[in-house]
């Protein structure tokens, strides 16, 4: 069974930094793709960055260039969100997903940041930026 669980959300001020986690299990990890997205209250749920497992390639949405960094463990089976310079609109619940590279589509997945082409997602963890 694929499991995705995220950890390391809290309160944070704004200038401030916060790691992400995300544990997997019951899958290769070096065969999928695997993104972080957010979801702020009212509003649609929202790629960060995305990372394949199998050449650390990774993409980055324009609010988070710069600021935030994707990175796998591959030991661990684990991607990292590394948070920094955070702001008040960074406030959301984060999440990650998996989608297979081979077989699957997580090329396109992890290129474009579509959440829908993610096929397996944890339940998310809050980060809320206050000032």
């Known amino acids: 069974e694929v499991q995705l669980v995220e950890s390391g959300g809290g309160l944070v001020q704004t200038g401030g930094s916060l790691r992400l986690s995300c544990a997997t299990s019951g899958f290769t990890f070096d065969d999928y793709a695997v993104g972080w997205f957010r979801q702020a209250p009212g509003k649609g749920r929202e790629g960060v960055c995305t990372i394949n497992n199998d050449d650390y390639t990774t993409h980055y949405a324009d609010p988070t260039k710069g600021r935030f960094t994707c990175s796998s463990d591959n030991a661990k089976n684990t991607v990292y969100l590394q948070m920094n310079s955070l702001k008040l609109e960074d406030t959301a619940v984060y999440f990650c997903?998996?989608?297979?590279?081979?077989?699957?589509?997580?090329?396109?997945?992890?290129?474009?940041?579509?959440?829908?082409?993610?096929?397996?997602w944890g339940r998310g963890t809050q980060v809320t930026v206050a000032s």
């Open positions: 997903a998996a989608e297979p590279l081979f077989g699957g589509r997580g090329y396109e997945a992890s290129a474009t940041m579509t959440a829908p082409l993610f096929g397996y």
